[in-house]
């Protein structure tokens, strides 16, 4: 595997602290993954050379930062594969992103007794903007149910796809067991019925090739700060044909064309759904992270991270009374796990005491926590600057606690 | 012993861990051996929902004393209720009113009870207190 570790490792300057006098040992990825000096030294340079508001000034420094922000939004547009760069809109991340489709697809297009599909191992964010629908629009929001391995039950979409369904709304990988779904599969099924589909990418990005194209997805949200790239940014795609049919979400400066107290004309795609000035910083810092990705290559960081996942399984089954939730045959860079009755929390809390970051609780999914009957779990999840060495680390330690606990 | 005096009691206690891995085997020890939580006050009104943790809390008047009960399904959350009960529980409102809670910084557990921790311990203080407000006010 020609992946210079050692030297992407450099490139991560976080990796160099200490966490209670230890090296930091860093498996929280799934929730957000640290930044490399050159998108850190990005989003500098924005505010030491040319920070000014964009689209708007005829200055010099405006032009230049406003070159910069609309190159990013072309970086998203051809890192995704999108047909026009104008069917990138900015956002704050995964979340806006789909409570801005909530918002105005449902006042689009959804009336009462509509209904939306999603899947049970959804993210809450994935979730609650439906059911906030329901409440004001009167839709009624349905899931595809999961196996044991944590695995959609795709022989039930068939008979939970009918003519109420007006969007399917899923996650491309489960934030909590790591779970590959196979979104085409359900792209066709639905656009056979002409169901538009929303795929949640904030754990896909970064794992896997996204060709939105290719997908034919409707809709694909997720955000930056999972892909190495600044908190704060977070990508919506979505068809010009959808977009241009859709409300705007909020109101205000760079969104409108002509603005009178008579009526207001909005402008066009993608500033129709960018309402204020956007965050330029985050959009260039953003840009900097997928050039990154690129330059290490999104199939490499595919294949590494998917032999830290094999390693880390394979040595994780040696502990005793260790349970796995998502044993799915398609899965990316997580493991969720518990053993024996040790809390997700007190595993958590002596790990964290050696140096090692993990997530533990219910990974905002607990509908998925509900169906697997726990209150949570412990996850590791992995990113291109994580190590063999570290997981022995992870093993170790949880061999210690195991220990004070039996 | 006034709660001062037993908070003096814990920090020289801990003092003699010279390693984290001793001070939460002993947490550990103590939230074991925490006992006395009934069944009957397990109820949704006496739980405090952590993202990571739960707690449950009762407390009830003998004499003019609140006694505290608490439990928790996290070892190490339950180990530090131990030792809040252990300062709080058997004293008049007044005493818990007027106390601060010195120890848990002076022996390097003030983390868990930051408001930024989702593990129920910090609500569980603040149940502590409106117990003690509101006996007191019953008392008048």
């Known amino acids: 595997m020609d992946i210079n570790i050692e030297q992407i490792r450099k490139d991560f300057p976080i990796l160099n602290e200490t966490v209670h006098g230890k090296p930091l040992i860093y498996f929280d990825n799934a929730a957000t993954t640290h930044k490399p000096q050159v998108v850190i030294d990005a989003v500098s340079e924005v505010y030491k050379k040319y920070n000014s508001n964009i689209h708007r000034g005829v200055h010099h420094l405006s032009n230049v930062c406003t070159q910069a922000h609309e190159n990013a939004r072309i970086k998203v547009q051809k890192f995704i594969n999108a047909e026009h760069s104008h069917e990138v809109i900015f956002t704050r991340g995964t979340t806006e992103s789909i409570n801005l489709i909530a918002s105005s697809f449902g006042e689009s297009f959804l009336k009462p007794g509509d209904e939306i599909l999603v899947s049970q191992l959804e993210h809450h964010s994935n979730i609650v903007p439906w059911q906030l629908l329901e409440k004001r629009i009167g839709i009624k929001l349905r899931y595809i149910p999961i196996n044991d391995a944590g695995e959609l039950k795709l022989d039930t979409i068939d008979q939970l796809i009918n003519s109420k369904i007006k969007l399917i709304a899923i996650a491309h990988i489960s934030n909590a067991l790591g779970t590959i ?215 170790e330690g949880i061999t210690r606690v195991v220990q004070l606990f039996g | 012993m006034t709660i001062n005096e037993i908070q003096e009691e814990i920090i020289d206690e801990f003092s003699s861990f010279d390693e984290w891995m001793d001070k939460y085997s002993y947490l550990i020890e103590i939230g074991n051996d925490l006992e006395g939580f009934k069944d009957e006050w397990r109820l949704e009104q006496n739980l405090i929902e952590g993202c990571q943790s739960k707690v449950w809390v009762h407390a009830e008047m003998q004499d003019d004393k609140i006694i505290y009960s608490a439990d928790s399904d996290a070892i190490i959350t339950k180990g530090i209720i131990a030792l809040l009960i252990r300062v709080l529980s058997n004293r008049t409102p007044d005493e818990i009113l007027n106390s601060e809670l010195s120890f848990v910084e002076e022996i390097g557990l003030k983390d868990h009870l930051s408001p930024t921790r989702s593990n129920g311990l910090v609500s569980m203080m603040k149940q502590m207190r409106l117990y003690a407000i509101a006996f007191k006010a019953k008392q008048a």
């Not at chain 1, 205000?252 to 204020?276: H, W």
């Not at chain 1, 796990?337 to 997700?344: A, E, K, M, N």
């Open chain 1, 181 to 395: 779904n196979p979104i085409k599969t359900i792209i066709n099924k639905a656009h056979a019925l002409n169901i538009p589909v929303m795929i949640d990418g904030a754990q896909a990005i970064q794992h896997v090739k996204v060709d939105v194209q290719e997908l034919d997805c409707d809709f694909y949200v997720f955000s930056g700060h999972k892909l190495y790239g600044p908190t704060g940014i977070g990508v919506l795609y979505g068809k010009e044909e959808w977009l241009n049919k859709m409300e705007p979400y909020h109101g205000g400066g760079e969104m409108i064309k002509t603005v009178s107290f008579e009526g207001t004309t909005f402008n066009e795609l993608p500033f129709k759904f960018e309402a204020g000035t956007p965050d330029f910083s985050g959009s260039v810092g953003l840009g900097a992270a997928i050039a990154y990705v690129e330059q290490i290559g999104i199939g490499k960081i595919a294949q590494y991270e998917h032999m830290l996942l094999e390693y880390a399984t394979e040595k994780l089954s040696a502990i005793p009374n260790i349970r796995f939730f998502g044993t799915a045959k398609e899965k990316a860079s997580v493991i969720s796990f518990l053993i024996g009755d040790i809390h997700p929390f007190d595993l958590g809390t002596m790990l964290d005491k050696m140096g090692i970051a993990v997530r533990t609780g219910h990974h905002c999914a607990q509908p998925l926590m509900q169906y697997f009957n726990i209150p949570g779990t412990i996850r590791a999840s992995f990113a291109i600057y994580n190590t063999k060495e570290e997981i022995d680390k992870l093993i």
